[in-house]
């Protein structure tokens, strides 16, 4: 079913009795082409762009839960392309050129709004590092707006420009950045993925990978065995345990990362608004509610929910920018699992299993990455080439040293992200 | 979290600072161990969901380093020990 205007307001007049389910429900054949193990954003968008750009269809996406019940339904929605590395720069800035067609493309709605995204600096070195950093996403061709003071106040005059530890000297403007509406993302993948016909199983949870003379055969699951030429491996915090079903040992910590959202409330916050120092990010859903986050707990989790020091860093950090938001009423907070990689980086690569792809690593930031995830694991799935956008995504680079994307600046090393 | 300090007690995990599997204890010998053995030391882990030997340091203590033992999936800390005992266990001089 295409979805427009026209339908909304046809179905309005004829009792909403047109509208059926976005994808179906299929059980499982016993061999496919390829299988997508994971039906998140990253999963869900491989399927997709194996179906649309290299007409590869008979594709399972296995989930073990249900769909888009992961990161993707669980993350601060921020869409942005303000990476500093060559290796990020590219992808990034593709991802976002993904997310500007993404609605067209889909025919779906997943809200994608470029209000532009302000990230603050609060002395002269940190000015420089925006300097260059903006140098480089206009170099990539994204754009990039310095601001002063004066300039941030106004666009938020809202903020507490004379906070003692934090004066804030400017911002970095990135006016195509932005949020979307996580679970659209999803389900329009989904939906997508469906109309081209494949099929999307869910509650089947892989158990394990079959390998004959290093080859990829297929997949056991909690739904039987299913043969497939090809698989890849696309389970964000699970990557560790999925990957050891094929031998593999990968360079990632699952982590705990805890956001946050109040009660609706009237409009004020127009932009996404990062205060790097406090360790803070906030933007305004479209329902109202203020989405906020902060850093990792800083241990391995798989709890999927954090800790309370982290909540009171995150509320403090909060108030020292905005004093405004103190009296808005915290509605829920969540966690995801968040797969650490050394040096900050993902990966997109083949495995030493001939037919088996991995793609993980996304640390905090793998919402933004959704549609280009898709787009270049997809053609490494089916083209056996990395996409130009995604050549530095090796699993290997922390072996042969070429390559690190440390774009924090800190060092590859596992507790330092 | 409250992990139980040998000698301090229960204290904050707030005050601590995670570093990582225990497995780091195990440094592979600088002299003899290969490029191969030392990647997999300082990038490649377990990450199990579950129980996990990790190490912590009592930054905002008595600056010791332990062996806590705690389930990745509930947050339950099973158990503290002090690193060196660990390591002299495994051998180490120190």
Same mark, same amino acid.
């Given at each position: ?54 007409? #590869?269809? &008979?594709?399972? =996406? ?6 888009? /019940?992961?990161?993707? +339904?669980?993350? %601060? *929605? ?122 999307? #199983?869910? &509650?089947?949870? =892989? ?6 003379? /290093?080859?990829?055969? +297929?997949?056991? %699951? *909690? ?7 090809k698989v890849g491996i696309v389970v964000a915090g699970r990557s560790s345990q999925v990957a050891a ?107 030493h299993v001939e037919g088996l792809y991995l793609n993980c690593g996304w640390n905090y930031g793998g ?51 | ?94």
């Amino acid at each position: 079913m295409q979805y427009s205007g026209l339908r909304v307001i046809w179905e309005g007049l004829t009792g909403q009795k047109g509208w059926g389910p976005m994808w179906r429900d299929p059980a499982p054949k016993t061999t496919y082409d390829m299988v997508i193990i994971g039906g998140g954003g990253h999963g869900l968008s491989t399927a997709y762009y194996l179906a649309r750009e290299h007409g #590869i269809t &008979n594709i399972a =996406v296995l989930e073990k839960g249900y769909l888009g /019940g992961g990161n993707i +339904g669980r993350n %601060t *929605t921020i869409v942005r392309a303000n990476y500093f590395l060559p290796g990020n720069s590219e992808f990034y800035s593709h991802s976002l050129k993904l997310w500007e067609g993404l609605e067209q493309d889909l025919n779906y709605n997943v809200m994608h709004s470029q209000r532009g995204l302000i990230n603050l600096f609060h002395s002269d070195g940190q000015r420089d590092a925006f300097v260059r950093r903006g140098n480089a996403m206009i170099n990539q061709g994204d754009d990039a707006i310095l601001l002063d003071r004066e300039g941030v106040r106004r666009y938020l005059p809202y903020l507490d420009f004379d906070n003692t530890r934090f004066p804030i000297y400017g911002g970095l403007y990135h006016p195509r950045g932005g949020t979307a509406r996580h679970d659209a993302v999803a389900w329009g993948y989904a939906r997508g993925a469906d109309q081209r016909g494949v099929d999307l #199983i869910q &509650n089947c949870e =892989v158990t394990g990978i079959d390998i004959e003379n /290093g080859r990829v055969t +297929g997949v056991q %699951t *909690t739904r039987g065995a299913i043969r497939a030429k090809k698989v890849g491996i696309v389970v964000a915090g699970r990557s560790s345990q999925v990957a050891a079903m094929a031998g593999m040992r990968l360079p990632i910590e699952s982590h705990v990362l805890q956001a946050f959202v109040t009660e609706g409330l009237k409009p004020v916050i127009d932009h996404v608004v990062s205060f790097g120092m406090g360790h803070f990010y906030i933007s305004q859903s479209d329902k109202g509610g203020l989405v906020f986050g902060g850093d990792l707990d800083f241990y391995a989790s798989y709890a999927a929910r954090g800790n309370l020091p982290m909540v009171e860093h995150v509320m403090e950090a909060g108030m020292a920018l905005m004093p405004m938001i103190g009296k808005a009423k915290v509605l829920r907070s969540w966690g995801g699992i968040m797969d650490m990689s050394p040096d900050g980086s993902p990966m997109i690569d083949r495995t030493h299993v001939e037919g088996l792809y991995l793609n993980c690593g996304w640390n905090y930031g793998g919402f933004k990455a959704v549609p280009a995830s898709g787009h270049c694991f997809a053609h490494l799935m089916a083209t056996d080439r990395p996409h130009e956008a995604a050549t530095g995504f090796r699993l290997d680079r922390f072996a042969t040293g070429r390559g690190l994307m440390d774009e924090e600046g800190t060092g590859a090393q596992h507790n330092l992200h | 979290m409250l992990i139980p300090h040998p000698i301090l007690g229960p204290r904050d995990a707030q005050e601590f600072v995670y570093l990582g599997d225990a497995a780091l204890i195990d440094r592979p010998d600088g002299m003899t161990a290969g490029v191969e053995e030392f990647h997999d030391y300082l990038y490649q882990r377990d990450n199990p969901a579950g129980v996990h030997r990790e190490l912590w340091y009592h930054e905002q203590g008595d600056r010791s380093w332990l062996v806590v033992t705690r389930d990745t999936v509930t947050h339950e800390i099973l158990g503290a020990e002090l690193a060196r005992d660990v390591a002299r266990a495994r051998g180490r001089s120190k």
